[in-house]
């Protein structure tokens, strides 16, 4: 699981929780009980995503494209435009309830679209196969901000325990992350595809009821209501605004689906159209990053110079924070698929290994917090652009250590899962040292003016991450239909041969880090 998943809770509640909240309700364990059922509904949640997500690219290879020549693109072409996507929605989704909903009836919204889509994903059909990954899309971008955002109205401003809430938080993000690709892909590879998505759905109703019963007995107050009640109840041709938002909603899912399909589609008056890409392609490249450039050049040419250099600092991080992200982000696409064709599974099942990583962050999170805290007080923590080269590099170690299995593999082209395990945990060290360090230097850098804004760049920037990891992924397509494609030894070169090459452009951004780190440092004005 991404680090990410906890650091864009903890930024977008110190950007949207209200000042001067007061903790609500009954206390348990030294914090807000509800904080406790907030847990309950994230981990729940969590458990939901990334079940799903760790069945999703096996199950599309192994069932719903298996006698397609190309199934290896196809799959990872929607997959990556489906993780573009479910981080780009959250910033509509936080806008709609700052706005208009609250951020309770946006989670409730969200839960009720997310639990639709896993079970139409346990329908094993192309047409619930869409509607199901839309579902989940439009679902995310209304849940996952707004949960975030509740955890931090439930402390008054400067409150102590705050970061302990949030690391408590943060836990049941990663104990979700990590026990669902355990229990689905065991389901899903043991007893068939619906069983794994099907408990995947069940996790999120069981976080839906968790928030349904936070708010029922009292424990939020009155935090994360409409912030305008009466304007949601306005009626726009004879319906509320509120509803007007849920039927959009669903009116939206065929706009998703249409930029996830990969395939043919017979359109009347333009016969068979193929959809291979090419409207993500459009949206990401000549819609979406134009408009954030020319956005930001505005700003720059608005601020004093002292900010425009800070600014150009986080730019730069933003774009090193995308690279990272872009190489990571072959786990459940391009790595699932090389621990399923070349890697002896001796104690877990190829969906599984989704689950290494958040374990490691488990691990090492703590650690790494105090690690920090330990080189600031002695006054050699290392500046943030080292710590950028660093993590990438440890990025590139880890791929490195995937590629070098080749040289290790047994008759059939497959190699020891110590390999899979030792880059996954220089993976995640190289994500301790970017993530949570990235995120907290973009609030301090950024104009106060603009800083929500340069934070929705900042989530924007994994959207287009995922977008590239695809591109990255499909350099690892093994054509063939199933029983055809390249096996053993064959498919193991292709991966490793991909994975050696990003490791070496792993290194190279990470030197280019290391040389850009002194005009950085100028440039961040006394900002570590």
């Known amino acids: 699981m991404s680090y990410q998943d906890h650091t864009l809770t903890d930024q977008v509640s110190e950007q949207n929780a209200p000042i001067g909240a007061d903790p609500t309700g009954p206390e348990m364990f030294g914090h807000p009980k509800g904080l406790f059922y907030l847990f309950f509904a994230e981990l729940w949640e969590r458990f939901s995503f990334y079940g799903m997500r760790a069945l999703l690219v096996l199950y599309m290879v192994n069932n719903l494209f298996q006698s ?39 989670i409730m919204l969200g839960a009720v679209l997310m639990a639709l889509g896993h079970f139409a994903l346990a329908i094993e059909h192309p047409v619930f196969f869409y509607g199901s990954l839309a579902l989940l899309i439009v679902g995310n971008g209304f849940f996952k901000p707004n949960i975030s955002t509740m955890v931090g109205t439930l402390y008054k401003e400067g409150d102590t325990r705050r970061d302990a809430g949030f690391t ?3 836990m049941g993000i990663n104990i979700g992350a990590m026990v669902a690709p355990l229990i689905c892909g065991w389901l899903g590879m043991t007893y068939g595809w619906h069983y794994g998505f099907g408990a995947a759905g069940v996790g999120m109703v069981l976080g839906l009821i968790m928030f349904w019963q936070g708010g029922r007995s009292g424990v939020f107050g009155n935090n994360g209501l409409p912030p305008e009640p009466a304007v949601i109840k306005e009626r726009v041709a004879g319906i509320t605004k509120e509803a007007w938002i849920s039927i959009l909603s669903f009116l939206s899912l065929p706009v998703f689906g249409l930029l996830l399909f990969n395939g043919t589609l017979d359109l009347p008056g333009f016969g068979e159209t193929i959809f291979d890409g090419s409207i993500m392609h459009i949206v990401m490249n000549y819609i979406l990053l134009p408009v954030i450039a020319l956005v930001l050049i505005y700003n720059l040419v608005k601020v004093d110079s002292m900010e425009r250099q800070r600014l150009f600092v986080v730019i730069l991080l933003t774009f090193f924070i995308t690279v990272f992200w872009s190489f990571f982000e072959q786990a459940g696409s391009s790595l699932t698929l090389f621990a399923e064709r070349n890697v002896n599974l001796t104690f877990m099942n190829a969906a599984q290994t989704n689950s290494i990583n958040p374990f490691f962050i488990i691990l090492f999170a703590l650690p790494f917090s105090a690690m920090w805290v330990f080189l600031s007080k002695r006054r050699v923590n290392p500046f943030t652009p080292v710590k950028f080269a ?28 110590w390999f899979l395990i030792l880059g996954y945990m220089f993976i995640t060290t190289g994500e301790l040292f970017v993530s949570p360090v990235g995120l907290s230097k973009v609030t301090e850098l950024s104009p106060k003016k603009i800083v929500a804004f340069i ?45 050696e090459q990003i490791a070496y452009v792993a290194f190279g951004f990470a030197v280019l880090a290391l040389l850009l780190t002194p005009i950085m440092r100028k440039w961040m004005h006394g900002i570590h």
């Open 68 to 106: 397609f020549a190309n199934r290896d693109e196809i799959a990872i072409g929607i997959y990556a435009a489906y993780g573009a996507l479910v981080y780009a929605t959250p910033v509509i989704g936080g806008m709609i309830a700052d706005r208009l909903l609250g951020y309770r009836k946006a």
């Open 455 to 499: 934070m929705g760049i900042w989530f924007l920037s994994s959207s287009f991450a995922h977008y590239i990891a695809g591109l990255i992924a499909k350099l690892t397509a093994v054509s063939g239909t199933e029983g055809e494609a390249a096996t053993g030894m064959a498919s193991l070169l292709v991966y490793t041969g991909v994975f």
């Open 168 to 170: 408590i938080f943060y």
């Open 390 to 417: 660093l993590g990438i590099a440890q990025l590139g170690l880890g791929f490195l250590i995937f590629a070098w299995s080749a040289n290790y593999a047994d008759a059939e082209g497959r190699v020891s899962i």
